[in-house]
């Protein structure tokens, strides 16, 4: 019963360098989700998923590209990282809507540090 | 647009205090879902409760209660004889009713409680 897992959980980079985060959920979960945590401004949706090929931007998107080529998993990448980066990464993932609004199910987050 | 206002950036009480953490929404929808999300210091946000817009009658389970009032847009969550380990950031969070997307929900800025024994 691992939920939504993210790796790393830590990552320290140089401006200018890429990475990709990893969001690999077991739940069979049709909605996936990217968010941003910074000191002060609570979460803010970067860019979500609404099933396998399918991705769309949230209220922060720049900056950032994702990919979900498996149900299961949601990766964000950062081409060019930048200091205005550096977050604390979530991801969550939830059912498709049946009846309104689903409940989502967060991964632990990945601190990243962009120097 | 939609916008979750939480006031109270930091709260810090005494254990077995009782405490009110307020959340005021903004929003045109006329359904809509409103959610609190715990993080405690671990970091991992945990989900604990959510109302529908028609559906205004108080919950309470265990120590933690919540009040929703719609001709105020609030939704105040209160835990009662507070604990040690209720210590966290707590957000509540606002979504529209689905119109084909998906869950997006709008977050507040957290409020941070502190419980000292």
């Known amino acids: 019963n691992a939920g939504v897992t993210q790796t790393p959980k830590f990552r320290v980079l140089k401006t200018g360098q890429s990475m990709t985060l990893l969001c690999a959920q077991d739940?069979?979960?049709?909605?996936m989700y990217w968010y941003r945590q910074d000191p002060g401004m609570g979460l803010r949706l970067i860019h979500y998923?609404?099933?396998?090929?399918?991705?769309a931007k949230g209220e922060v998107p720049d900056g950032y590209n994702v990919s979900r080529l498996k149900k299961q998993n949601f990766l964000l990448g950062l081409e060019s990282a930048a200091p205005s980066q550096t977050s604390v990464y979530f991801c969550?993932?939830?059912?498709?809507?049946?009846?309104?609004?689903?409940?989502?199910?967060f991964g632990a987050g990945s601190r990243l540090t962009v120097l | 647009a939609q916008k979750v206002t939480q006031a109270q950036t930091e709260i810090s009480v005494v254990e077995k205090e009782d405490v009110t953490l307020d959340c005021v929404y903004e929003?045109?929808?006329?359904?809509?879902?409103l959610f609190w999300y715990k993080q405690p210091p671990s970091g991992e946000l945990v989900f604990l409760i959510r109302?529908?817009?028609?559906?205004?009658q108080n919950e309470i389970s265990g120590r933690y209660s919540w009040n929703f009032q719609k001709s105020t847009s609030s939704f105040n969550f209160t835990i009662t004889a507070s604990q040690v380990v209720d210590s966290a950031v707590y957000f509540c969070?606002?979504?529209?009713?689905?119109?084909?997307?998906?869950?997006?929900?709008?977050f507040g800025k957290g409020t941070k409680l502190t419980v000292n024994p």
């Open positions: 969550a993932s939830s059912e498709r809507r049946v009846s309104g609004a689903n409940v989502l199910t």
């Open positions: 969070a606002l979504s529209g009713f689905p119109q084909g997307g998906s869950e997006k929900l709008v």
């Open positions: 929003t045109r929808d006329t359904t809509y879902y």
């Open positions: 998923s609404v099933g396998e090929g399918t991705t």
């Open positions: 739940m069979n979960h049709e909605y």
């Open positions: 109302r529908n817009s028609f559906d205004e």
